[in-house]
């Protein structure tokens, strides 16, 4: 829908949700309301994973010996012998990313599961959120996630207003108020709201937390909608004993979707750091092999012709006439000879620390909310070591601190 060549659907001209007409709502294609954070399905996981291993300098490299391997005459070793521990490595990497990627379907379900109040059909029924669609009036109450992008209709408080907190938005805690429109304030009974036929027209789709322009047709008055009339999917409701409110956006096309963005692979500084080590080796090692490789030209251009009778040139499959053509040889041979300088264990040994080092987060007591008995969760392994790092301290000129709960 967004930024793709093709056939545009309606919803892509003009965003018109409406209350209270469910069929008139479906014709304009809104998207569901099941989110999904994980990298890999079961058809994509090989392809994807490897591709992505491949990006790494040292897997690269060992595939690349192992083609040289399979052309004969040349290499003296067999080809399972990189083959071997080339899989793996593979292996083992591959594990513990479909490990994280499982943790990652689990949140998913878990996210998509959740159950909240909606109307329908004149009374409120419990729905899942991934069956929540655009133009749902829901029903949200205090400490509640709410489940997408709603206008608020009416709520508990003087001034039709709420509070929520946006933390898992802007990391914040403070709480934030928003307002709904006092000309729906009066809206709160399941008999009013069922009446209720608001016109809502909104901006497409985008990922601006800060901004919103829309308006609503109600009773042949039109109600300008900006932000602070907004609750955004990822907002947690607070000090509110209730809220009715409208889904104008849902699943991915909601406004903390569309800034999370699709799960993309991610490299750490040692990461780098071990790509730059292999390639230093890697050149370092193609060093030795010309190094190699010329002094065997050398050899064969002089005491090696004597050795023709025991050790030929001309041998099946290839056919070499000069010691230039065999020092050529010699240097891809070299290539797989020296294929021990370049550690590729010792990715495997960064995944195996990686993984442990989630476990003990994972168990780590100290690390445990007490008040709301929520411990920590590494939701991946691939980035432990970035934990703590602090490259940058901006400080307000107050130099107040503060603590909120």
């Known amino acids: 829908m967004f930024g793709g060549k093709g056939k545009e659907s309606p919803c892509d001209q003009e965003w018109v949700v409406r209350a209270n007409q469910a069929e008139q709502n479906l014709l304009m294609g809104f998207g569901g309301n099941d989110i999904s954070t994980a990298k890999y399905s079961a058809l994509?996981?090989?392809?994807k994973n490897l591709f992505e291993q491949f990006q790494r300098v040292a897997n690269a490299y060992?595939?690349?010996?192992l083609v040289l391997q399979m052309i004969p005459g040349v290499t003296p070793l067999q080809w399972y012998t990189t083959a071997i521990p080339l899989v793996f490595v593979l292996g083992i990497t591959a594990v513990k990313d479909g490990f994280d990627d499982i943790k990652r379907h689990k949140s998913d379900r878990s996210v998509n599961n959740r159950p909240t109040n909606v109307l329908r059909e004149g009374r409120l029924v419990k729905v899942l959120w991934k069956n929540v669609v655009v133009g749902d009036i829901i029903r949200m109450e205090s400490n509640e996630f709410?489940?997408?992008d709603i206008a608020i209709i009416s709520t508990s408080e003087p001034h039709n207003a709420c509070y929520v907190e946006t933390a898992e938005l802007d990391g914040e805690t403070n709480l934030k108020m928003r307002d709904g429109l006092p000309d729906t304030a009066s809206l709160t009974s399941v008999e009013q709201l069922s009446s209720?036929?608001?016109?809502?027209?909104?901006?497409?789709?985008?990922?601006?937390?800060?901004?919103?322009?829309?308006?609503?047709?109600?009773?042949?008055?039109?109600?300008?909608?900006?932000?602070?009339r907004i609750v955004l999917r990822g907002c947690v409701m607070r000090n509110t004993a209730w809220m009715f409110g409208i889904v104008l956006y849902a699943g991915n096309e909601t406004k903390l979707m569309l800034n999370s963005g699709a799960a993309r692979f991610k490299r750490t500084q040692i990461d780098v750091l071990m790509n730059k080590m292999i390639i230093f080796i890697f050149c370092l090692d193609l060093g030795l092999c010309f190094f190699s490789a010329l002094m065997?030209?050398?050899?064969e251009a002089g005491p090696g012709e004597d050795?023709?009778?025991v050790l030929p040139w001309d041998v099946e499959p290839i056919h070499v006439t000069s010691a230039a053509q065999q020092a050529a040889l010699h240097f891809i041979t070299f290539i797989i000879l020296y294929n021990t300088l370049?550690?590729?264990?010792?990715?495997?040994?960064v995944e195996i620390?990686?993984?442990?080092?989630s476990w003990l987060i994972d168990w780590d007591v100290q690390m445990w909310d007490a008040t709301t008995d929520t411990p920590a969760v590494a939701r991946t392994t691939t980035l432990n070591e970035e934990l703590g790092q602090i490259e940058y301290i901006f400080s307000d000129k107050t130099g107040t601190l503060t603590l909120n709960k």
Request: aromatic share 18%.
């Open 62 to 65: 060992f595939l690349f010996l």
């Open 44 to 47: 994509t996981f090989l392809p």
């Open 196 to 228: 209720f036929n608001g016109v809502y027209k909104a901006e497409t789709p985008n990922n601006n937390l800060h901004k919103f322009e829309g308006q609503v047709a109600w009773n042949d008055q039109k109600y300008p909608l900006v932000m602070d």
């Open 307 to 309: 050795f023709q009778i």
């Open 342 to 349: 370049i550690p590729i264990s010792l990715y495997v040994s």
């Open 146 to 148: 709410v489940a997408a």
């Open 353 to 357: 620390i990686r993984m442990g080092q």
């Open 296 to 299: 065997s030209g050398f050899w």
